[in-house]
């Protein structure tokens, strides 16, 4: 495989945010590569692959090639089944993202990017001009040289550590997940799902995604810490068994989301960090394709106004930093809050707002209504959410 010595702009990793990177400082004229370590972009999933449909066409059109399905409406199931239907504020799909990371990618490569497959970073090395890129593809060892590095390399990332980073997660901070695509005879299509409860997801909730007739994602996240006793895997099971007795698994992987503040720093001197490598999913939901697709945007224009000014410090990088936080960061670390104050919540709480909001009129049942209601009958959420502002 041949490499040019030179490149402006490397990026590693081939995710949703690697590639709007790739894509968007080619298009600006910067002589661009995208590394990725796995044979296929996309692959394996570790999704439940829900996203909001106004929030995608910032980036892609919808295509019945990358959408599986269509949402309009989300139930909450509380831990004692009360069910709480309510319309989504923004209409919500199911990604196929085999389809939709490569499409990503394809359009990464078709805006004259080089993109590679099978290509994995193994480390960064300032040098007098630039900073060079070592990689591996199969046994040979390669070496480009280049102006800046986005790190664009997932949850498991290294960039940033390379490049000085602290990336590092706390255990309470992982959501460590289990998911299964699932065949059943009775899914509804047209809601997506969330179970919450102490005792079917500790520090987390239960997801289900239709992809299509009977068939959907159900996966779990859970707290780190609260994983040492049963595993989600265990938990998932169990759920399954008694929600879809009988059903057939399709497939199942294990994979985990950063659920944090947002950093303290995303970049360093040419080096800047995007997507799960920046901890940017959301803390809450644990959703992070939007905002990583954010992130890979907004790290990738800041590369170009370096190359405009020629100032490739840290001090001139920081405004993507700014950026993503005016953009996504102020919600992101609301959401961060929201979280541990609804992990503190007991089954029983759960269980009387559930109740409070069942009586509302569906037609008035927005999140921010519910969020309301709950806070003016369970003046012990209205504290735990008080106390989660403190730290
Ligand atoms: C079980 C589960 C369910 C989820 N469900 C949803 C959901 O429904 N909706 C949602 O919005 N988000 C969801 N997420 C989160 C979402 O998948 C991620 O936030 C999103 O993929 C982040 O995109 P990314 O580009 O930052 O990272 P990734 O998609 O992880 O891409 C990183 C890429 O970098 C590559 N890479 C890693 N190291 C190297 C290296 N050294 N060299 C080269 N390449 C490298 C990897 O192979 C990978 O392709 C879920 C996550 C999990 C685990």
Redesign the pocket.
């Known amino acids: 495989m041949k490499f040019s010595d030179k490149y402006d702009v490397v990026v ?8 709007i990177a790739a894509r968007t400082t080619v298009e600006k004229g910067l002589k661009t590569l995208l ?4 044979r296929d ?2 692959v394996p999933v ?6 909001s449909l106004p929030g995608m066409k910032n980036f892609i059109e919808p295509n019945p090639k990358w959408v599986d399905n269509y949402l309009a409406r989300v139930r909450f199931i509380a831990p004692d089944g009360t069910v709480l239907p309510i319309n989504l504020i923004e209409t919500g799909c ?1 990604l196929n ?1 085999k389809v939709f ?1 490569f499409e990503l990618a394809r359009r990464a490569a078709e805006a004259g990017a080089e993109v590679r497959n099978r ?4 480390g960064l090395e300032y040098n007098a001009n630039g900073i060079t890129v070592k ?1 591996e593809h199969g046994d040979e060892l390669f070496s480009v040289k280049s102006q800046v590095v986005i790190g ?8 940033g550590r390379w490049a000085g980073l602290d990336t590092s997660l706390p255990l309470a901070d992982v ?1 460590t ?3 299964v695509t699932l065949y059943y005879k009775s899914i509804e299509i047209e809601y997506c799902d969330f179970y919450f409860g102490n005792t079917i997801a500790p520090g987390g909730y239960i ?1 289900l ?1 239709p992809k299509g007739k009977n068939c959907a ?1 159900v ?1 779990i ?1 859970i707290a780190g810490d609260r994983a040492k006793d049963k595993s989600p895997e265990s938990y998932l099971e169990d759920f399954i068994e008694k929600r879809f007795p009988g059903s057939s698994i399709l497939s199942s ?6 659920s944090r503040h947002i950093l303290k720093k995303m970049v360093t001197d040419r080096v800047l960090i ?5 901890h ?3 803390p809450l ?9 954010w ?2 945007r907004l790290a990738a224009e800041t590369a170009v106004e370096a190359f405009e000014s020629g100032d490739f410090s840290a001090a001139f990088l920081y405004r993507y930093h700014k950026k993503w936080s005016k953009k996504v960061g102020e919600e992101h670390n609301r959401h961060y809050r929201l979280k541990k104050a609804v992990h503190r919540l007991s089954d029983d709480v759960f269980n009387r707002t559930a109740k409070i909001i069942s009586d509302m009129e569906f037609e008035k049942r927005t999140l921010q209504k519910i969020f309301q209601t709950a806070l003016a009958h369970e003046p012990g959420l209205i504290i735990d959410i008080f106390k989660s502002f403190l730290y």
């Open positions: 590693i990793g081939g995710g949703p945010a690697g590639s590394l990725e370590k796995d972009f996309g570790r999704c439940g692959e829900g996203i199911v993202r990371d290509c994995c970073a193994t990689f664009a390399d997932g949850v498991e990332s290294r960039v959501e997940c289990y998911q997801w995604f994602n996966g996240g992987m294990a994979g985990s989301v950063p995007a997507g799960d490598a920046a940017q999913a959301n939901t644990g959703g992070g394709i939007l905002s990583g697709m992130g890979g």
